[in-house]
């Protein structure tokens, strides 16, 4: 199994620019998330999704879209960047079954807007 | 509100035992998880504890008390890969994670 997968690793957005993070996982994982993390601060929760098809909003959605077409993939689209974006962005995903609600990460997105 | 307090840098000696504490206010408690996480890599799962006590993992332990909205993680036998940053998160009554902003957690010889 490759875990949670992330592309691109870095990137670097003019403001006003768009762009889409991709995001799969194999574990056939029901729950997916988008984090961002600033230097310290701790995740914040952008948007999260319990199922293909069903997204809801997080802490932090504002500027941010995302869809969830089927199981594994849980894209984040950026419409019009500017420098507040500016973070490391972390895709991850959980089963619902387990008791442990455990977590698994992806290896992140660096993204700076200029 | 909802927050999560954890000290944002700690410094101990290889081969020590150090204690990583972390406070709580959330609405609603689902349990209380520990990762770690390297500079420049992603969190990884540590712990998770939902009842009072204390959960040994090797050398890692992590312990919980709800009624005082308190957790720890001890670290035993502390080596340099140990060095990292420690991210404490309680899930609420919506089983979302609410994330401390991490303690970094410094290692020397």
């Known amino acids: 199994n490759a875990g949670v997968t992330q592309t691109p690793k870095f990137r670097i957005l003019k403001i006003g620019q768009s762009m889409t993070l991709q995001c799969t996982q194999d574990?056939?994982?029901?729950?997916m998330y988008w984090y961002r993390q600033d230097p310290g601060m701790g995740l914040k929760l952008i948007y999260y999704?319990?199922?293909?098809?069903?997204?809801d909003k997080g802490e932090v959605p504002n500027g941010y879209n995302v869809s969830r077409s089927t199981t594994e993939d849980f894209p984040l689209r950026l419409e019009l960047a500017a420098p507040s974006q500016t973070s490391v962005y972390f895709c991850?995903?959980?089963?619902?079954?387990?008791?442990?609600?455990?977590?698994?990460f992806g290896p992140g997105t660096r993204l700076t807007v200029t | 509100g909802q927050n999560i307090d954890q000290p944002t840098e700690m410094t101990a000696t290889e081969g020590a035992i150090v204690q990583i504490n972390c406070t709580y206010q959330?609405?609603?408690?689902?349990?209380l998880f520990w990762y770690q996480q390297h500079a420049g890599e992603a969190p990884t799962f540590l712990s998770y504890?939902?009842l009072d006590g204390l959960e040994e993992k090797g050398r890692f332990s992590s312990f919980l008390s709800r009624s005082k909205g308190y957790s720890y993680l001890l670290l035993k036998e502390l080596q340099m890969k140990d060095s990292a940053s420690y991210l404490c998160?309680?899930?609420?009554?919506?089983?979302?994670?609410?994330w401390g902003a991490g303690t970094k957690l410094i290692i020397k010889p």
């Open positions: 991850a995903s959980s089963y619902s079954g387990t008791e442990s609600y455990e977590q698994y």
């Open positions: 574990m056939n994982h029901n729950y």
């Open positions: 999704s319990v199922g293909a098809g069903i997204t």
């Open positions: 959330t609405s609603g408690f689902n349990g």
């Open positions: 504890n939902v």
């Open positions: 998160a309680c899930m609420d009554s919506n089983y979302q994670l609410i």
